[in-house]
């Protein structure tokens, strides 16, 4: 069974539907028993970093993510988690859970494209990842492959090893970020077509470490 | 690099998608559902939904849709017409939708757009413009007026400075739909087009017109648009979202492969 972490960021129902449509059991929820008891983590995420970390310390549910983070439970982030697992935030100067060493950056106001244009934040819509290294949450996808996005912040974790792939929006960016149990996109996997199905149907099929 | 995106859009009535031509004569072509699935399959981007149902009581019958499009397709929906509340919003929402947009609720009441973008996050807010060209007045400057009901009632309101005030106010996308041009099929308004996403922070969906593939190439390159609404073009079989896309790609357009 995959938990699928509810702590009121954002709409949670997508992600549930994906993992059904693969064929795994998943539930959306704050029970910590449950979450420690489940074999994977899903930690998604819609909103700022302020408000939901509130959320996740009113709910115990920081410290339940660090736990099955070092009982060696395959966890996947996606967008705001993604963040809220790193150290720090600059949305709203948040302290974060810090299983991820490194911190969460706003995109630069004007930004601009090769071509001149300026470039909008959010990054919202479809864009490409360039793997740094080789992953199995990178298994079956193809160069041209796309996903999708929707922020304004983005994760720079402090070792570059732990850096699985990155996407350019102005800046070059962390956007699969994997090492022992972890696992997280920037973008959403859960509203990427087929790619994101196979990224998610890799860490479904993912073994605890 | 975003890739542009493709959007087809459906307009659903009592649980089955419509097309109307100039919003009139609409003709029944379906089920919902199916459809989003055939466009998620052909290569959509996203796909967005306008609930046109008249009354109020069969409103609900657009939730069930949401549900099962959730169940159905994995890539952004989202959904607009009726939408009056924040609780309008929030059940619109659970039912699996990406983003709401507001059109007319908006325009009558511009605090729905800052009330849905706190509780929901900018992301989700998306403004629905109907705009009609007017010439420039005193208090139209831009030459470009706000209208609702279908383009039926003028509102003094300049598109720009809407537009404007909207982004302000939270709104996370603007879909910005040119009654003059819409269901005329001879291309997008890409003054106007240009006008506003020149001048916002936000993307701009291009809204219609859109008859031939070209006439997207036109729009996301020298509309500035950062993504294109189509319907009939699409809906009647006249060229699949391929066919579209490999056009925009041999003239240089970054769109998304499937």
Redesign the interface.
């Known amino acids: 069974m995959i938990a699928i972490i509810d702590y009121n960021a954002?709409?949670l129902?997508?992600v549930a539907?994906?993992i059904?449509?693969l064929g795994f059991k998943c539930k959306v929820t704050n029970d910590i028993r449950f979450i420690s008891e489940a074999e994977k983590i899903i930690f998604p995420g819609?909103?700022?970093a302020g408000s939901a970390m509130e959320s996740l310390k009113r709910l115990g549910l920081d410290q339940a993510l660090k736990k099955a983070f070092s009982d060696g439970k395959p966890v996947f982030g996606i967008c705001l988690g993604t963040q809220i697992i790193m150290q720090y935030s600059q949305e709203n100067d948040t302290e974060c859970i810090g299983i991820i060493d490194g911190s969460v950056k706003p995109f630069q106001k004007n930004m601009t494209?090769?071509n001149g244009?300026?470039l909008?934040?959010?990054?919202?819509?479809?864009?490409k990842i360039y793997p740094e290294k080789d992953h199995p949450l990178l298994l079956g996808l193809k160069n041209?492959d796309?996903f999708?996005f929707?922020h304004s912040f983005y994760p720079a974790p402090e070792h570059k090893e732990h850096v699985v792939a990155k996407t350019?929006?102005g800046i070059r960016f962390p956007s699969i970020i994997g090492f022992d149990n972890i696992f997280a996109t920037q973008f959403h996997p859960?509203?990427?077509?087929?790619p994101?199905?196979v990224i998610l149907n890799n860490f479904c099929r993912s073994k605890p470490c | 690099?975003?890739?542009k995106?493709i959007i087809p859009c459906l307009d659903v009535r009592e649980g089955k998608t419509t097309k109307g031509i100039k919003f009139k004569n609409n003709v029944d072509i379906g089920d919902p559902v199916e459809m989003a699935r055939f466009y998620?399959e052909e290569g959509a981007?996203e796909i967005v939904f306008y609930d046109i149902t008249a009354s109020h009581e069969k409103r609900d019958i657009m939730l069930d849709v949401v549900k099962r499009v959730?169940?159905t397709i994995?890539?952004?929906f989202s959904v607009g017409g009726g939408i009056r509340s924040v609780d309008d919003m929030r059940s619109v929402?659970?039912?699996?939708a990406?983003k709401i947009s507001v059109n007319s609720a908006a325009v009558k009441n511009p605090e729905i757009i800052s009330q849905g973008a706190n509780a929901?996050?900018?992301?989700?807010v998306v403004l629905g413009m109907d705009v009609k060209h007017v010439g420039q007045k005193e208090n139209i400057p831009s030459g470009y007026e706000i209208v609702i009901n279908g383009g039926r009632r003028y509102m003094g309101i300049d598109a720009l400075e809407w537009a404007i005030r909207a982004e302000e106010a939270g709104a996370?996308?603007i879909c910005l739909n040119s009654i003059d041009a819409d269901g005329m099929q001879e291309g997008y308004e890409l003054k106007l087009t240009a006008l506003i996403s020149e001048n916002v922070?936000?993307?701009v969906i291009a809204s219609g017109g859109a008859g031939l593939p070209e006439h997207l190439a036109d729009v996301l390159t020298k509309g500035?648009a950062?993504?294109a609404l189509i319907a009939s073009m699409v809906h009647y079989g006249n060229y699949s979202i391929n066919e579209i896309k490999s056009y925009l790609d041999l003239n240089g357009i970054r769109v998304?492969?499937?």
């Open positions: 954002g709409n129902t997508s539907h994906a059904t449509h819609v909103g700022a494209s090769e244009s300026k909008k934040i959010p990054h919202m819509g479809w864009n041209d796309e999708y929707v350019d929006y859960e509203k990427s077509g087929k994101g199905l | 690099m975003l890739s995106r998620y981007d959730a169940e994995f890539i952004p929402l659970l039912a699996g990406e929901f996050g900018s992301q989700c996370g996308e922070n936000i993307p500035k950062d993504a998304r492969k499937t």
